[in-house]
């Protein structure tokens, strides 16, 4: 009999992250009266070797914090530490790399390139990196074929369904290994089935002693893949639940 994981509240305000530590960590859009305070000072974080959940309502700021984690947008305020980073310690160049070398990112849009194959959408961060190209969709092509897409390696996304792009998009974050994967509703699209079966590649593949995974998500059939689950709203983490399994 498998007994269920044991859930304990932590106050966040102590915990001890190595992989992402955001602290006071604010995010406003626009000036004046139209100025819209959308993180309203974040305390969150993740450690490498875990899977941390981001939960909340629509609208509470999630993937606002998850782009700023990203480097997609810049914090209004607060300190933010990435792998051992700062916020702002890198410019130009050399963010650009780092965030290519070091994150692995699934949208909820999915971003394929429409001229591109599934395999080679996949293999991208790959052919950005120097790998050479036939190598590269290989590795991508392996790594679909564990997702449960290796007939489709080489179909044209715009006749993949919704849950089909979705795996490719994921096999595109992890296919060059990076250190921090980010998953934005990473089940939205897939049956309960197929959205196991994602979850626990992450689970094992992706979280390992040097890597961390961040999972923003309404999913809660999936929940028992989480060590940390952060719950958030209007704009702000209001506790976080530290899961043993």
């Known amino acids: 009999m498998t007994t269920a994981p044991e859930i304990q509240k932590t106050a966040h305000a102590n915990a001890r992250w190595d992989a992402v530590a955001c602290r006071g960590v604010k995010k406003h859009f626009g000036e004046g009266d139209a100025r819209v305070e959308v993180l309203r000072g974040v305390d969150f974080g993740a450690t490498l070797g875990e899977m941390t959940f981001l939960v909340g309502p629509s609208g509470c700021g999630k993937t606002t914090l998850i782009s700023v984690i990203a480097g997609l947008l810049d914090p209004s305020e607060g300190k933010l530490d990435v792998l051992g980073h700062q916020h702002g310690e890198l410019h ?40 050479r190209r036939g190598v590269a969709v290989k590795r ?8 449960g897409m290796g007939d489709k390696a080489g179909v044209m996304p715009k006749v993949l369904s919704g849950g089909q792009q979705q795996r490719v998009a994921l096999a595109r974050a992890l296919v060059h290994e990076p250190r921090l994967i980010i998953c934005d509703e990473p089940t939205a699209a897939l049956d309960h089935k197929t959205g196991e079966s994602v979850m626990q590649l992450l689970a094992t593949a992706a979280v390992a002693p040097d890597r961390a995974v961040i999972v923003v998500t309404h999913d809660n059939r999936v929940f028992h893949h989480a060590h940390t689950i952060a719950h958030m709203d209007d704009g702000v983490v209001t506790h976080i639940e530290s899961i043993k399994h």
Do not use: C, K
């Open 92 to 131: 130009g160049t050399a963010r650009v790399l780092f965030r290519r070398r070091n994150l692995g990112f699934v949208f909820q849009q999915y971003n394929l390139l429409t001229s591109l194959t599934a395999a080679e959408n996949a293999a991208v961060p790959l052919i950005a990196d120097g790998v």
């Open 140 to 147: 991508a092509t392996e790594l679909l074929d564990r997702l």
